[in-house]
């Protein structure tokens, strides 16, 4: 199943306010300002880490252009008993407990960085967090759990098929 996962924006949480009109319409000026701290990575003098990761967060959805992420959730199971999710990116545990959680099967294992990598997919409690994987998450805010719903609709209907 391929899902489009939302990029940073309207529905990000407060901690990416202030760079929420850079990501939707990016300035020229904003851009250039962007690529200049960037630019300096490894070098003496550098810009702050954190400042580097939000600019390659900029960079990034400038150049999707609006376009989401496409992401592919995979599910294979062995008889009634057994099933492998496969997912893009690095999930967060709470995505893959949930995922577990909600599946009928009674043994579920969950893959991550499978097709695909995206970056980190956290879940939606961590953006309000604040930590450097939601800094600098591709994806907006309840985009994991948007992973979750499609794995566990394509769990239940394996499931089904299954018996």
């Not at 600019?55 to 294979?76: K, S």
């Not at 980190?120 to 800094?135: F, L, N």
Request: glycine share 8%; proline share 8%; with cysteine.
């Amino acid at each position: 199943m391929r899902i489009s996962l939302p990029r940073g924006g309207k529905s990000s949480p407060p901690l990416f306010h202030s760079l929420i009109e850079s990501q939707i319409h990016p300035t020229r000026r904003t851009l250039c300002q962007t690529f200049a701290a960037a630019s300096t990575f490894g070098k003496p003098n550098a810009a702050p880490f954190s400042e580097l990761v939000k600019a390659a967060r900029i960079l990034d959805v400038a150049e999707r252009n609006g376009r989401p992420i496409e992401a592919e959730v995979q599910v294979f199971s062995y008889g009634p008993d057994l099933a492998w999710v496969a997912l893009p990116g690095e999930i967060f545990t709470e995505l893959g407990l949930a995922i577990k959680l909600g599946s009928p099967f009674p043994l579920t294992v969950v893959a991550e960085l499978a097709n695909g990598s995206p970056g980190y997919i956290p879940d939606r409690k961590a953006y309000a967090q604040g930590a450097y994987e939601a800094d600098s998450a591709r994806c907006a805010a309840g985009s994991g759990e948007l992973l979750v719903d499609a794995a566990t609709r394509l769990l239940v209907e394996q499931h089904q098929k299954s018996r």
